[in-house]
């Protein structure tokens, strides 16, 4: 009986499985027991507050995947100054997932300086003269016939746009990530066949808050926000970048490539664009389309959605008929989802900037997403501007001089400006002085005087696109004719823009009280800025001589009015600055060497400064200039 016994333990023994080391791995399955698993750009494990992810066997130089990766914040501070606000995006990175034994590395790769070379030993020594930047790193949980399963938890949780850096350089005190306050978000993880979105409600702690975080956080020692990842798809093969031009107005993007010959320069740029192609019969393949956040109440949302269309004339006389739109969110749809340009309506405590920018494809300048923020309180403070101009009784009526209207048709502007940006196009600060013919200048409102000392606001704010636009989405989107030389092709677009007597003036050329562009001015009107001033100084007199309580709402407190009265007061400030760079002043055009000969620089004629000095010493009562 006791060798029965004994031989039936051994046959037990011989076909039990042996036992996993104590401390081992776990298996796939242990590794993923309780998670939802969900296909898409890699398969996603996603529990109450953890997200995991199949990454793919290593190729040959051990990388598993390559995306472009950013980091934004889907929930900001509310605070301008201190500038956390929601939408606010990490810089985009070509972001390669490295095996080594073990471990999985997240390293972004350094695309600022390159090889343009099939050699690959040239690629290789350039590649290695030059850091890159290891994010993130995480153990390998388990191994399936698939590829290796990583938890994404802790960067997902992580500081990854920076918060505690901005809250300390805006001197709003010394802030740490709490990890025991910061958890993963799981009903906010998406997973599609292009994107992988994660989200999770972070929180900063500080013993120093300062006052901006007071004023914003219910508790200034806990900033609680959400911080949002995206993991992007590569681009598909055939996308053509196109060369910036200096006369042109485009985004670009430099790079130095070490594989040009001796006798060119290291130093290329790259501008920023979205892909737009068509096919055979002409037919947009994938159009641009501009979602507006859900958020923006009426009318503020119809003024935005059509002010942002008024691309769509631009596109569709560059080649494009459909190729873009502008439509509200699907219901659902989160904002900082990679596939949708999304135009969104941020809320802070104070007024502040809107914004338009990018997340585009580090190598080749391809737009992968347009991100707008557009400030909500800026709308507000204009009808105010035009209430301490015009009066209240108006406001609400519906009429051509309502405040509101007057309000919604500048906010119009501002969505077709900010769009611009994400488009590819920074400012044209020349503009005004050109006949308002681009929406990438900041418009000053043109209120004009009346023979019976009233004020006219029919031309307020432009309406449309402008002309300047028209040409620089050619430049930009334009599709080469088959045979063509592109760099015939595109120089014959900023030729005939020169031609057409359009003026291009930078921001370096116009902001800086330093610049010394003549006709590169912010917030200005008219090709005349002395005739201008003199007439700014008259529509300021109007106002303030009617300025009292008819200028607060019913039942305002008439304290208020010192609020009211700072922008009529300085109505005028801004053409000031306009007149005055006429005051040792230069005009002239950009140029490329080899291509049509640019206009020399050339000093403000001295009767033109003479009669801006007359003008800025004593606008009222000398005679136009």
């Known amino acids: 009986m006791t060798r029965l016994v004994a031989a039936l333990l051994l046959l037990v023994a011989a076909c039990t499985p042996p036992a996993k080391p104590k401390g081992g791995p776990p298996s796939f399955a242990e590794a993923t027991r309780g998670l939802n698993a969900r296909e898409g750009l890699v398969p996603t494990f996603v529990g109450d507050a953890e997200v995991k992810v199949l990454l793919p066997p290593p190729g040959g130089d051990g990388v598993s995947l390559r995306v472009i990766y950013v980091a934004s914040l889907g929930a900001g501070l509310g605070s301008n100054p201190v500038g956390l606000d929601r939408g606010r995006t990490s810089d985009p990175v070509v972001l390669a997932f490295r095996v080594f034994g073990d471990r999985v590395l997240a390293v972004a790769e350094n695309h600022a300086f390159i090889a343009d070379t099939t050699d690959g030993d040239e690629q290789r020594a350039v590649r290695e003269s030059f850091a890159e930047s290891a994010i993130w790193s995480a153990k390998i949980e388990a191994r399936g016939p698939r590829g290796l399963l990583v938890d994404l938890s802790s960067l997902v949780a992580s500081d990854a746009v920076g918060v505690a850096e901005r809250l300390k350089e805006a001197g709003q005190g010394d802030f740490r990530l709490d990890a025991e306050r910061s958890v993963v978000d799981a009903a906010a993880t998406l ?130 008929p459909g190729g873009y739109r502008v439509e509200l969110l699907p219901e659902g749809a989160h904002p900082l989802d990679a596939r949708y340009n999304i135009i969104q309506w941020v809320h802070r405590q104070t007024r502040g ?41 108006g406001t609400g009526s519906g009429a051509p001089n309502d405040p509101v209207e007057l309000a919604l048709a500048r906010v119009r502007q501002l969505a077709a400006h900010e769009v611009g940006h994400c488009l590819g196009f920074p400012h044209n600060m020349g503009a005004s002085q050109n006949r308002r013919s681009s929406v990438m200048d900041y418009p000053a409102p043109l209120i004009r005087p009346t023979s019976e000392g009233a004020l006219d606001t029919s031309q307020a704010y432009a309406v449309g696109i402008g002309d300047w636009d028209k040409l620089a989405v050619e430049y930009l989107y334009r599709e080469v004719p088959e045979g063509k030389d592109p760099e015939v092709f595109l120089d014959g677009i900023a030729a005939r823009a020169a031609s057409e007597g359009h003026t291009f003036v930078t921001d370096d050329h116009s902001r800086p009280i330093s610049s010394a562009h003549a006709r590169g001015s912010l917030w200005d009107n008219g090709d005349d800025p002395v005739a201008m001033l003199r007439e700014t100084m008259r529509v300021r007199r109007i106002a303030l001589d009617r300025f009292g309580p008819g200028n607060l709402t019913p039942g305002a407190p008439q304290s208020e009015l010192r609020d009211v009265l700072v922008p009529v007061y300085l109505y005028h400030r801004y053409q000031v600055d306009a007149a005055a760079k006429l005051l040792g002043g230069y005009t002239w055009r950009y140029g490329v060497t080899g291509k049509a000969a640019p206009t020399p620089v050339e000093p403000v004629p001295q009767e033109r400064q003479r009669a801006a000095l007359a003008a800025l010493l004593c606008p009222r009562s000398r005679p136009s200039g």
């Not at 055939?238 to 070490?258: E, I, K, V």
């Not at 920023?272 to 503020?300: M, S």
């Open 191 to 320: 997973v599609f066949p292009t994107n992988l979105e994660a989200e999770a409600i972070v929180t900063f702690a500080s013993d120093n808050p300062g006052s901006e975080v007071d004023a914003t956080a219910p508790v200034a020692g806990a900033v609680t926000l959400r911080m949002h990842h995206s993991f992007v798809k590569l681009p598909d093969e055939g996308y053509t970048p196109r060369a910036p031009d200096p006369r042109m107005a485009t985004w670009s993007f430099p790079y130095q490539n070490y594989a040009a010959p001796l006798n060119e320069s290291l130093v290329r740029e790259v501008a920023i664009r979205h892909r737009l192609t068509t096919d055979d019969e002409g037919q947009v393949v994938d159009p641009i389309v501009f979602y507006l956040d859900r958020g923006t109440p009426e009318p503020i949302r119809s003024a935005l959605i059509e002010g942002a269309s008024w691309w769509a004339e631009a596109f569709e006389e560059a080649g494009f």
């Open 353 to 393: 900037w809107s914004y338009g920018n990018a997340i585009w494809d580090p190598r080749t300048g391809e737009i992968i997403k347009g991100i707008v923020s557009l400030g909500s309180l800026r709308l507000r403070h204009d009808r105010r501007i035009f209430e301490g101009l015009l009066g209240t009784a």
